[in-house]
């Protein structure tokens, strides 16, 4: 059967085993599941022969055999490759494949191109495109040539071949190689994007989609425009004037949505990536135009409508949808207005109205969402948040109006004002005619009033816009709010929430009523949720108007509790967040109530990692409210140190993270004197926590814990005093084992700022545990891998530096760690982030750089990094390394301050002052340098 197929195996073993991983390879089909079982431990337990690959290799490329066997041989040896094809590569694993098999198995999967079979053709494709990342150019020099020999063929199988290689291929190509791939490519992709009659759709549309892919590797390999402009302007005419050609088609034998969308995302991809080159564009604007506003046409009567869009499939199953050309057009023209083309631009601003229209189209939920959120109200809340991760039309259309508003804000607030009484009159209509569909096209409106909302307030209120909120609130609004069509009701309440001082007080006890009566019981999720997201905007927005009726969303609450499901649960949360603040009476009154009910959510939900976020922020503003805090200490405070006793059980880990993370706050908010027992019983139970609890969480919010009640309750914890020792001993404990060699740098990652608030609030009090624990961060730092850890230890010196700078070099020389730290210290230095500590380490830098000592002048740092002449390919790299020069110390802080006062000037030039922006430092720290800017020391 294999007679022809292995006539490089010659020895008989090497036979023998083909005939077995053939054997295997058949047996791993079969049915029964004990036969199937059994052949693919063989095939494992086979796979250390040398000719493994080389078997499957065979196996694929024969066309005599049975298909599903060569299909599963291409499988497995892609799996092989992946695994055993070079060292140094991520999932290596020995033996490595050798040279003689490697030969054998390119040639075969290059032969299984030209296969007749189209999955064949994809797993070889597939199966090159890896073996391609490791050995080209060196080790296969004539890929490239085969593959262009393939297109240039005019062979429909070996096209398609080729085409799949180089999609998977090219965009993991170094860039070096890019312009000189892309001189070859690009005529043998135009040819075939303009063989009609001998190339099939699929591969004209791969055609396109290599060349954005090149296109955008070109952008991005070159860092100036006018490098790209050389590179595309001589080859962008032909493909320009045929994407005319093909833009001009209907959908049919020679165009469909699938290639009409890949050819907006090449255009989109060449004006994004260089701006310049926007004039080659111009001529193929009527056509994304038209695309556009058919589109909007055809979109609506589907949605709103009763007929059904028609939809490619490609090859590999994937949905050519009209959603993605769609959105392929709404990109496009975002492109369009951020190019900085002034035509483009101007285009865009004198067409705002049709086009704001046109995206107001594409907001209406279709029947497949409708469904959708219904059955799965979890989804229905993700997907209509403000931060959510859905891809649908209808959240690009109201970020492609978000991204209007940041553009022409006035002209768009207009023109969507415009398309909003447009198509509220649409709705309206609609609905007289008694078409069922009537209130999608309304709750579309409402959404995109949402989404310009404080736009459009402004313009109401300032009388510079055709649009009366108010108006609309009465005529509109409230009708809808007690909508019987369940979305449309939820939106409208929503919306009303959030339209802030412009609802009249006379309307807030009706907006209520209909609010307080969604969040019953048996309501649909979605009129829940609008009647939550309303309260909970209006607590913002109108809180004194507010004020009478919030018992009602105490008393509406509780029962909403029992049944609501995580998400919604969520949402309950927030307007309960909000509710506690309007009216500090009731909240009193309410407190036997909110209170018990937060701590049974925290005991039953805090395995959800959003939920016990959204406690804890419940919490907190609890604890901001003074009327509050004897019924936190009385039932809270009690209940979260019983848990963190419960340390022994696997079960609560989870909530005793939570319950630190809480205590964490209470501390932040509540001023001195705390409460004994959070100190006397907290700090003991905390340190159990760390030298016993090993998970990451735990550690950090214990560290935390500690770092908030030394920044803001110093003196409470030096006088505390515990069967464990005193508060301080407690603490320095705790920061000791966190820099301990067992504790990963994930567990340890705040230990740094623990120290130096340490050092500064007791630092006299330390005595010789001083050296002690700068010892510790010492040793630390130099197993540190991860940048935020390493950011915080360094910290610890830098700080030092500013205040006590000839100590530290003293301490460092003592220790023979100075150029060790010096050189993590500049290293990582350009990487920090936060302004506080950005500062901190650029002025302890320009205070070491001051100093002229003679040992900081003798230390040698990492310099810029050395760059070999010529191409520099991957297995060049992985025999060279990385190497970099060595440079004084000295020489290299100034560099850092020179770079360092070159940012400052900038910011200066872009925000009109220098440092207007928040500290991310926290208020505890108190710390002396707040405020110091870099340009000071330089």
Known sequence: RLSGSFALCARTRAMSLAEQIFSSLCAALSPVAETRQGAEAQLGAMRVAPEFGMVCAEVLANTGTDMGVRQLAGVVLRQYIEVHWAKGGDKFQEPEVPEQAKAVIRQRVLQSLFD??????????????????????????????????????????????SMRVMLEFVTTINTEHVPQIAGMLFPELLAILKNVDGMDLRTRARAVQLFGSLCNMITNFFTHDNEVVQQLEPVLPPWIEAFGVLLGHADGAQMDCGLRADVITACEIVLHGCPPLAKHLTPLLPSVWRTLTTGAAMYRQSVLGDELLEEAVDEDGQVLSFENLVAAVLRFMDTMTNSGHKPFRKMVKSNLPELCSCILTFIPMTDDQVEMWSSDPNQYVEDESDVTFACNLRVLAKETIDSLLNDFSELTTQAVAAAINLHVSQALQAKERGEASWWKQLEAALVALAVCQAEICEGSRSGKLNFDVVTFLRTVLMDACFSPHAFLRGRALWLVGGLGDLIPNDLVPKFMESAVNAMQPGQAVCVQVGGLRGVHAMCANKPQALAPFVHLVFDAVPPMVMQADSELLIVILDTLHSAVKVNPDVTLRYESTIVPLAIALLLKGCHDAELARTLVDLFSVFADTPALRPSLEKRLLPTLLSLLQQLENPAYLSLITVAVDIMTELAKRWPSPLQQELLSQGLPLTLRCVVHGHESGLLQNCCEFYRVLMGQHTEQVLATRTGAGSGLQIVVQGASYLLGPDVDDSSSVYVGKLVSIVIRKAGGALGDGLNEILLAVLNKLKTAAMLTTIQSLIMVFAQLAVS??????????????????????????????????????????????????????????????????????????????????????PVKIFKYMVLDYGSVLERVRMQGDGFDEDDDDDDDDNNNNKGCCCCCCC
Not at 122 to 134: D, G, N, P, R, V
Not at 816 to 827: I, K, R
Not at 866 to 878: L, P
Request: overall charge neutral.
């Open 116 to 161: 007749e079979n189209r999955s064949i053709r994809s797993l070889s494709a597939y199966t090159t495109s890896i073996i391609a990342q490791t050995d080209w150019p060196e080790e296969w020099p004539d890929l490239f040539d085969q593959l262009i020999r393939a297109l240039h063929s005019k062979d429909v199988r070996g096209v398609h071949g």
């Open 804 to 889: 006590h700078t000839d100590q530290l070099v003293q301490f460092l020389c003592d220790t023979q760690a100075l150029d060790f730290v010096m050189g993590v210290w500049c290293e990582n230095h350009p990487s920090f982030y936060g302004l506080h500590d950005c500062k901190v380490s650029t002025i302890a830098l320009s205070k070491l750089l001051q100093k002229q000592d003679a040992r900081l002048s003798a230390v040698m740092v990492k310099g810029e990094e050395i760059r070999s002449e010529g191409i520099r390919t991957r297995s060049r790299a992985r025999l060279e390394g990385t190497r970099f020069t060595q440079v004084p110390l």
